[in-house]
């Protein structure tokens, strides 16, 4: 029936009534559920922009605005709103379903538009979080233990007394303190310490590699302490394969290290016993190498060597220093609210000093609602707690508790299960947390990972959950997890290390979920029934462990088993409760698995990198299949029919797995290809490579795709410091395409329908592509953050104009071997300003035609490191006189560089003219490290006078630069008034280096050159005309903090030197006076000396 002459009729008395706005609810219902609709469309737009962003910014340790979490909260609670509002069924004369329809969605349009008003302030600037950041709305950083609010040095002074003592003992040369040890009970923060003293002896360069290894109560897998140390130093595991042959291989590996005199710092975190450093090739401790270990036991420190002296003890904290610390993580400034403050100090004195209660507690309390605080004080004080570990669990307690979502409180418990110290993969959680229905009225994956990494980022905000080292890892404190696994009772868990230990507390009807490691096992225990378990995890079996064949039938009510490092496993054959499958680096006696397509509600089956070579058309069957993991599988062949079944109408599959293993691709049939076609138009994540026997995916469908690693024609590799390598970090996930081929033939397949998604493109060997845009159509590169570009014989230029401003995200951008590119940037297009907001790395490398950046102004406002390597063309990096020749115009803006890596530039003669602008001055007035390598023309390291462009420079190698005869050339005068943070020196190879400093204006020795008195360390390598440090030689120079001097074959080189000028003494005793901290002092065939080293005449120039 047609109302719409009511609708006419009724509006315009609406207009005029003082009920106005209440019948406007009741006639413009359906225009408001209409505007309501869009709008929120528009907003879940914004929210993905909002939400990746947010994501890469915590994964990046960036800053980040307290309120995008509670913003994508709020989001997701209004469009569960709007999708409950009924949009049909209503008629003109329902007058109060029209009216409350009308009303909600008004108040719901409000809600979204006060939700983007609100989105426009967040600003992801991409800075990183300081490192003494007290109320860090962040990730806690890398740390096993207490979170950086505690022990940042120079925070609180108990702390700074023993951070001190222990940075001391680090750069001592002190034999006695080659092994150092920090103490204290669980909690206090030893571990939080020890990240702060690994930065700080990284950032001082005071050794040159530090190794860190978390060891754990159940440390027990000597072979897997060898791994983590291994791929510390390499990225690699050792090849070989007993205990005895890996220690060899180590103790070989560190024994050349300290050959070449490198300085070693090995940090063992988290030590509980004792054990015998030979079988990590550290007995005895080589030169040039220190261990630091971090334990709760004074007595194993000592017991593994650890002099007394050098065991540190980490305590409680002061009252004052406690109060400060809750005051600041709630964000309570003194006397804002007298209430608070007298609630807050009784808080605090419960808390008696321990670091991990005070930020828990407060952590739960930052709502700064006062019924909240009085609450937690009441439960604190509820039945006399007296023990320090009672009143700590009541505070998990209560932190548990303040949890806002079931969600978050069951991926607390989960976590809780993992083995101490153990790095908790994100993506694990997320698959054991859906068969286990943790996701509760979520039928979709999408929205069921994105609650999860919400998740996480609350707990990790609330202190429960640390991030871990390991990139999309977790840990939980050994305290809360104790506290999971003995005091919480919603769910029975047991995290079982040793079977034969298990506590007879509880009967075995108990349990819901079960860790088992089955380390040492040869039979699985008879014994193990526990029929009420709806997880089981078991880990590390052996090739001896055998299981019972009715291991499942004692147990029906699973949902989720998990194996991992197990070399045989025993799969369930039928379960109808089963809903999550994952096996990890896993062996098969044989490979029939055709029997798990009886598990007919299985949704999520994975094989990562496991010893599967085929893949039954049975699993086909498994019609609920949501999840299919095949990564890393080896020379893995699919039967005919898996994904035809699972393509149905009735499959459910969308998130597809495939990466190959290394060098072991998927051994495809044309029908898996066409089946995957036909699978591919309802898959949400894809990971795969189409390389070998289908390089073209021609009729495959990218459109739905929001989660993707694909590779065209090549295998899928990663990048690590800007270059390539296979090393796979399989708990990283970020959007990638990997292109190889004919730039037409890829864009028939439609790949690039999926650019305006891809975080990370990697462009190798494509032809006929003249610039990217040739390869974008119509898409765009908004969430780009990483670009390698490499061997592209037809690049001619890199970016457009219009691409390069579309470039809002990169981050990382590598290009190399493209031998026709000429510019960066093509011409001026009308546009005044490029300006590259996010870029922190860039690297271009063997372009012999490149002539130039741009010819526009072009800013790297986030730039920190930038590599050149063989662009033949240029005399100059920043640009002179006449700019002919010159990398950098003088548009060029770049105010953050701390590193330069420049190498084999042939016809380079300066970096800097000799007269600098106040623009070359700001853009490299943050440089810390320099590094140039193979440059023969180079005449010039800095221009004359530099020291106001170098405010922040901390180290210089420079290497095979032939005509280079000093690193600084000075007027007196221009040293008076500035200092350097210069540490290092390292010249390698240059012919003609005569002196590192040459002095003018200096006649006098009493004149004091203060300004490079924190240098620490020089070494001169086959410089054969090399003089002296500084000239004059009778120049006062200031060399206070140098502790390390070597010289390898220097000098000896004839030409040039005038007759009388050889002498017998390489070291004038002056020189040594000004460098009175001198440890190190190593002549490896100096050929400027006889038999004296230093002369004996006083100089009256010094005290």
Not at 153 to 176: M, P
Not at 671 to 700: R, V
Not at 887 to 904: A, E, M
Request: overall charge negative; glycine content about 4%; charged content about 30%.
């Amino acid at each position: 029936m047609d109302m719409s002459w009511l609708c006419s009729f009724v509006t315009p008395v609406v207009e005029c009534l003082p009920v106005a706005e209440h019948l406007g609810f009741l006639v413009r219902f359906r225009e408001n559920l209409k505007n309501m609709k869009e709008k929120m469309d528009q907003l879940k737009l914004t929210e993905q922009d909002i939400r990746r962003e947010w994501e890469q910014a915590v994964a990046r340790t960036h800053g980040v605005s307290e309120h995008v979490v509670p913003w994508l909260d709020k989001v997701e609670r209004v469009n569960e709103e709007v999708q409950s509002i009924p949009t049909g069924g209503i008629g003109w004369f329902d007058m109060v379903k029209r009216y409350k329809t009308g009303k909600r969605s008004s108040d719901i349009l409000e809600e979204i538009e006060a939700l983007e008003t609100w989105s426009a302030k967040f600003n992801f600037s991409g800075a990183p979080i300081p490192l003494a950041e007290v109320a860090s709305t962040s990730s806690t950083g890398p740390s096993t233990s207490t979170p950086n609010y505690v022990t940042q040095h120079n925070f609180f002074k108990s702390r700074k007394l023993v951070f001190d003592e222990v940075l001391k003992a680090l750069q001592s040369n002190d034999e006695s303190q080659k092994m150092i040890a920090l103490s204290g009970m669980g909690g206090v923060g030893k571990t939080t310490m020890m990240e702060q003293l690994k930065k700080e002896m990284e950032a001082s360069k005071t050794f040159d590699t530090v190794v860190k290894v978390v060891l754990g109560e159940s440390m027990s897998d000597i072979i897997a302490l060898q791994r983590a140390i291994a791929r510390y130093i390499d990225g690699e595991d050792i090849r070989e394969e007993t205990i005895d042959a890996r220690a060899d291989r180590l103790r070989k590996m560190f024994e050349a290290m300290s050959q070449q005199g490198e300085k070693v710092l090995v940090i063992m975190d988290d030590l509980w016993n004792e054990f015998d450093l030979k079988y990590v090739g550290l007995s005895p401790l080589p030169n040039g190498f220190k261990l630091l270990f971090t334990s709760r036991k004074e007595d194993v420190c000592a017991q593994m060597g650890v002099r007394d002296h050098s065991i540190f003890r980490v305590g409680f904290l002061d009252d004052v220093e406690a109060k400060d610390l809750f005051f600041r993580v709630v964000g309570l400034s003194d006397g804002g609210n007298p209430t608070l403050q007298k609630i807050g100090e009784d808080i605090v004195r419960k808390c008696r000093g321990l670091p991990i209660a005070i930020v828990t507690i407060a952590k739960s309390l930052s709502d700064n609602i006062e019924e909240a605080w009085k609450e937690a004080l009441r439960r604190l004080e509820k039945d006399d707690l007296e023990d320090l570990e009672s009143v700590t669990h009541r505070i998990f307690e209560i932190s548990y508790e303040n949890l806002k979502k079931d969600e978050e409180k069951a991926i607390f418990i989960l976590s809780g299960i993992f083995p101490d110290d153990f790095n908790i993969r994100v993506e694990d959680l997320f698959r054991f947390g859906w068969g286990l229905g943790f996701f509760k009225n979520v039928k979709n994956l999408s929205l069921a990972r994105s609650r999860m990494k919400i998740c996480v980022n609350n707990l990790i905000r609330a202190n429960l959950l640390i991030e871990s080292d390991d990139t999309g890892c977790v840990k939980m404190h050994d305290l809360l997890r104790a506290f999971v696994l003995n005091k919480l009772s919603e769910v029975k868990q047991a995290s079982i290390m040793n079977y034969n230990k298990i506590s007879e507390q509880y009967e075995k009807e108990y349990y819901d979920r079960i860790l088992l490691s089955c380390d040492g096992m040869t039979t699985f225990p008879t014994d193990f029934n526990y029929p009420n378990l709806s997880m089981l995890m078991l880990i590390n079996g052996n090739e001896l462990l055998n299981f019972p064949e009715d291991i499942y039938e004692r147990m029906e009510k699973l949902e989720v088993v998990s194996y991992e490092n197990t070399h045989i496993p025993m799969l369930p054959e039928y379960s109808t409760k089963l809903r999550t499958l994952c096996l990890r680096s896993c062996s098969f006696i044989n490979d029939d698995v055709s029997f798990l397509g009886s598990l007919i509600n299985l949704e999520v089956l994975s094989f990562v990198d496991c010893q599967i070579s085929r893949l039954p058309s049975t699993i086909g069957k498994l019609k609920k299949l949501r999840l299919l993991d095949l990564t890393g599988c080896f020379q893995l062949y699919i039967e005919d029919g898996v994904f035809k079944n699972l393509a149905s109408p009735m499959g459910s599959l969308k998130e597809l797995y495939m990466r190959a293993y290394y060098n072991s691709p998927i051994r495809f049939t044309d029908a898996n290809w066409d089946e995957l076609e036909e699978l591919s138009h309802g898959l949400f994540a894809l990971e795969l490579e189409f390389f070998e026997n289908k390089a073209q995916p021609k009729n495959m469908s990218f459109e739905n795709l929001e989660r993707f690693r694909i590779s065209i024609g090549c295998k899928l590799v990663e990048l690590k410091d800007g270059k390539r390598n296979l090393f796979r970090n399989t708990n990283l996930f970020r959007n990638t395409i990997q292109l190889v081929g004919d730039c037409n033939e890829l864009l028939e397949c439609k790949i690039s329908g999926l650019f305006d998604k891809t975080e990370e493109l990697h462009l190798e060997k494509v032809k006929e592509m003249y610039s990217l845009e040739d390869i974008l159509t119509n898409h765009s590169f908004s969430k780009l953050t990483i670009l390698y570009v490499s061997e592209c014989a037809d690049l001619t230029c890199l970016f457009t104009v219009n691409v390069a401003c579309g470039l809002k995200m990169l981050e990382r951008l590598t290009v190399s071997k493209c031998y026709v590119m000429r510019t960066l940037v093509d011409e001026n297009n009308g546009v005044d300003v490029i300006r590259f907001q996010k870029l922190t790395f860039m690297s271009l490398t063997d372009l012999p035609e490149l002539v130039s950046m741009s010819d526009n102004m072009i800013e790297f406002p986030e730039m920190m490191e930038l590599i050149l390597d063989d662009l033949p063309n240029f005399t100059s990096i920043s640009p002179h006189t006449c700019e002919v020749g010159s990398l950098f115009n003088k548009k060029v803006v770049i105010p953050r560089l701390q590193k330069l890596d420049i190498s084999r530039m042939e016809k380079l003669k300066q970096i800097w003219p000799c007269q600098v602008s106040t623009g070359e001055k700001n853009n490299v007035s943050m440089l810390k490290e320099i590094r140039i390598r193979v440059c023969n023309s180079l005449m010039n390291l800095f221009p004359c006078n530099p020291l106001p462009l170098l405010n922040h420079l901390e180290d210089i190698e420079i290497e095979k630069c032939g005509s280079v005869e000093e690193l600084f050339n000075m007027d007196f005068e221009s040293v008076s008034e500035n200092s350097s943070k210069l540490r290092s020196i390292k010249v390698d190879n240059l012919g003609k280096l005569i002196e590192l400093w040459r002095m003018k204006g200096v006649e006098k020795c009493d004149i004091h050159i203060k300004c490079f008195k924190g240098v620490e360390k020089i070494m001169i390598i086959d410089c054969f005309s090399f003089k002296d440090v500084f000239t004059p030689t009778t120049t006062n120079f200031d060399l206070r903090a140098l502790t390390n001097y070597i010289t390898v074959n220097t000098g000896g080189k004839i030409d040039g030197i005038l007759k009388g000028e050889i002498r017998e003494m390489a070291y004038p005793s002056y020189f040594l006076r000004t460098s009175h901290h001198l440890e190190h002092l190593e002549l490896n065939n100096d050929k400027r000396m006889g038999e004296v080293v230093f002369d004996q005449m006083d100089s009256p120039c010094y005290p």
